[in-house]
């Protein structure tokens, strides 16, 4: 638990620090794709939690959070969600956003198409089964990804499967 209070007090600090800076838009397309985006003239941040859920960590975040009101996006990787169902629902439960970040934590980089297809889509499938939660967003392990994550997604997007 002091981790997590010490690691949520510094993310606070940091939240004083860049709320009080202006934030323009930010980020490019890619196709039809977003590949990064920030709320143009407003004042926000994005409070994310990658890799979980963790059977420790994640509910004591989740407590933090709820004591303080806040919404956080977690990026959820797949067999995680499969082995920690009650956490997913809880953050589900509570209004968090949740995201795609593969379902194993493979660098997409240098996957192949199929394999590609497969990290992405395990997640949406895992995630529709415990929670009937379809994930907006997705970010790949490392922030890496190439020119076949981009036309998966683009393809993905304008068959309406989801939205990325």
Known sequence: MKLCVRTFSAIFALVLLVTGVRTGASGYWEGNVVVSKAVEG?????LTFDDGPHPGRTPEILDLLDQYGIKATFFVVGENAAAYPDIIQREIS???????HTDTHKMLKN???AEIEQQ??????RL??????????LRPPGGLYNQNVLDFLRE???KKTTKI
């Not at 509570?94 to 795609?100: A, F, P, Q, R, V």
């Not at 992405?120 to 499938?125: F, G, K």
């Not at 529709?128 to 967003?137: S, V």
């Open 94 to 100: 509570e209004g968090h956003e949740l995201g795609n």
């Open 128 to 137: 529709l089964e415990i929670g009937e939660y379809r994930p907006k967003l």
């Open 42 to 46: 407003k004042k926000r941040i994005a």
């Open 111 to 113: 996957a192949s198409s």
């Open 156 to 158: 993905k997007t304008r």
């Open 120 to 125: 992405i889509c395990s997640v949406e499938d």
